[in-house]
């Protein structure tokens, strides 16, 4: 029987190193350490001068101002050329009226995306899936998500990924469903008895449930 496992492609782990890179871009060469200190939305998408991907790009091109003010930066990825980019950049700019700020990597090689298991041979062999990484400012991965080639992401929810990803780390709390900056976020489960039969969520102005299931304000 064929082994599929062996033909998956490597993924990188959440709470683990991001794999390393040097590659060409639309604004030169890029290396992870150049993101070093600050976060980082790594972003494919399947190929140039196709609508779903360009509806993304100008998505995000919009909401770059918004992941600037998280100190957040965006770097896209496909396996096309960077004259391709080049190129698709220049017709969004006079088709939508959108000028994409940040890099695309040229990638034809196709070594960043095996690197980061953005090819996936049940999907197409030659063109990545839409795939995001958040990396942190350490160069951590802290969050992962692959779309099919069909559906196009909602930049909104990378904008919040990103927003509750740095709440969590900076308030060492857990955001719920849905959640959206201004809400209230959940408190870690108490780890013994004596702490499950305090409220200390509602001395936060927030609110107990129940023992494992308290929210508080920022």
């Given amino acids: 029987m064929h082994d599929r496992v062996a ?5 990188p782990r959440l709470n683990e190193p991001a794999p390393d890179f040097e590659a060409r871009t639309t604004q030169g060469l890029r290396r992870l350490e150049d993101y070093a200190g600050k976060w980082l939305v790594l ?18 091109a919009k909401a770059a101002p918004q992941f600037a003010e998280l100190d957040c930066e965006l770097l896209g990825l ?12 220049r017709s969004i700019r006079e088709r939508f009226g959108v000028e994409v700020p940040f890099p695309v990597i040229e990638d034809v090689s196709m070594r ?31 969050a992962m998500t692959w779309y099919p080639l069909s559906t196009g992401r909602s930049v909104d929810e990378v904008l919040r990924l990103v927003t509750a990803l740095q709440v969590a780390a900076e308030h060492r709390m857990a955001t719920p469903e849905n959640w959206q900056p201004g809400d209230a976020v959940v408190e870690p489960p108490p780890e013994t008895f004596a702490a499950a039969d305090s409220d200390v969520a509602a001395a936060h102005g927030g609110e107990c449930v129940d023992w494992y299931f308290r929210t508080r304000a920022l």
């Fill in 7 to 11: 033909d998956l492609p490597p993924i």
């Fill in 43 to 60: 972003f494919s998408h399947p190929a140039d001068f196709t609508p779903v991907c360009t509806s993304e790009f100008v998505a995000f």
């Fill in 78 to 89: 496909s396996v096309d050329s960077a004259y391709s980019h080049i190129a698709w950049l």
């Fill in 112 to 142: 960043v995306a095996s690197t980061y298991g953005m090819v996936h041979p049940g999907a197409s062999d030659t063109s990545t899936v839409r795939a995001t990484f958040v990396i942190d400012p350490d160069g951590m991965v802290r």
